[in-house]
């Protein structure tokens, strides 16, 4: 198993820029593909981001390309997601999640283990 605690959501204006981050513990970090999913109040959890188990190939949606960067430490068991250009629609709860597949899922379906969660509101 593998616990998932996200950190360093908050309160942002419009183009400014927050970084997540996801701590990991349990089962072998490096044995696992991270996501990052948000879900906004009445709105479907969605994609965000997703980074192979080496830290190469991220994929994104096409609402932050361009805007967010994944990463991963492996050595600190540490996942992050830098958000630039924020935007009103990007406030949500975002989730840090950890999948066991070799292949990189946009689908939530595909994550085995999920975090509690931080909140990112942009403020207009």
């Known amino acids: 198993q593998v616990q998932l605690v996200e950190s360093g959501g908050g309160l942002v204006q419009a183009g400014g820029s927050l970084r997540l981050s996801c701590a990991a513990s349990?089962?072998?970090?490096?044995?696992?593909?991270m996501g990052w999913f948000r879900q906004a109040p009445g709105e479907e959890r969605e994609f965000v981001a997703a980074?192979?188990?080496?830290?190469?190939?991220?994929i994104y949606a096409d609402s932050v390309a361009g805007r967010f960067t994944i990463s991963r430490d492996n050595a600190k068991n540490m996942v992050y997601l830098q958000m630039n250009s924020l935007k009103p629609e990007d406030t949500a709860v975002y989730y840090c999640?950890?999948?066991?597949?070799?292949?990189?899922?946009?689908?939530?379906?595909?994550?085995?283990?999920w975090g509690q969660g931080t909140q990112v509101t942009v403020s207009s």
């Open positions: 999640a950890a999948q066991r597949t070799t292949v990189l899922r946009q689908n939530s379906l595909f994550y085995d283990y």
């Open positions: 349990g089962d072998t970090f490096s044995d696992y593909g």
């Open positions: 980074i192979s188990r080496s830290g190469g190939n991220p």
